[in-house]
């Protein structure tokens, strides 16, 4: 997992701040998926980037919930007002390209809304 | 993506061979079976992926019968370092809507034993 980092390992939040979450890629992956895990439960679908592009956001909350890839630096996936639902570990996960390849998961992102 | 099903545990002694079953009785043609693992508190970790024949790489060998509609993933000489969370995830081969989400069940609990 160490090719795909993600930062910061732990982040705490009161209710209502703002949350950043952080993804850097492998090397020469330009692909990257966001994924949540809430406590006891497997991994969900968010997004899916391209450098630059959305590409698939089907599994992203409607509010307060964006991510983007900008052509240079990390992906970023922000989490607006946050409510203590929002709890979870947010996975990032990246491939060199799209379908058939695999995905490579970074450590995560452990989200605790105080 | 087609549905999985996997025991929700197994055990398996340290050194032994650790055969882990997945039914995929409704996968398409054009769907391949993946294999993630979780150790706890980390991201799922690739381990192998096929569509008809088997494979082999230097973590497991895949095992599908011919019919597709289950599979085998097998760890050749478990070390404790194996407990984790497996999953099975079938994923289709085209591109299109949905095509890039890994879509994570519950996975089957391995424990090795000493």
């Known amino acids: 997992n160490a090719g795909v980092m993600q930062n910061p390992r732990h982040l705490v939040r009161r209710r209502g701040q703002e949350a950043r979450l952080r993804c850097s890629p492998m090397k020469g992956h330009s692909h990257v998926y966001w994924y949540r895990q809430l406590p006891e439960e497997g991994l969900k679908f968010m997004v899916y980037l391209q450098k630059e592009n959305i590409i698939d956001e089907s599994g992203m909350p409607k509010e307060r919930f964006s991510a983007e890839f900008p052509k240079e630096g990390p992906s970023i996936l922000r989490i607006q007002q946050v409510v203590r639902g929002d709890s979870a570990a947010y996975f990032c996960?990246?491939?060199?390209?799209?379908?058939?390849?695999?995905?490579?998961f970074g450590d995560g992102t452990r989200l605790s809304i105080l | 993506d087609a549905k999985t099903t996997q025991p929700p545990s197994m055990d398996c002694a340290e050194g032994r061979a650790a055969n882990l079953p997945c039914n995929h009785s409704?996968?398409?043609?054009?769907?391949?079976v993946y294999w993630y693992r979780q150790i706890h508190s980390q991201g799922p970790q690739y381990i192998i992926h096929g569509l008809k024949n088997n494979e082999t790489n230097e973590m497991a060998s895949l095992i599908i019968t011919e019919d597709r509609k289950s599979s085998t993933l097998i760890l050749p000489h478990a070390t404790l370092r194996d407990t984790a969370v497996y999953y099975c995830i079938v994923r289709v081969t085209t591109s299109g809507a949905g095509s890039y989400q890994l879509t994570f069940g519950k996975g089957t609990k391995l424990s090795v034993i000493p």
């Open positions: 996960a990246s491939s060199p390209t799209g379908a058939n390849q695999p995905q490579h």
């Open positions: 409704t996968i398409s043609g054009n769907e391949y």
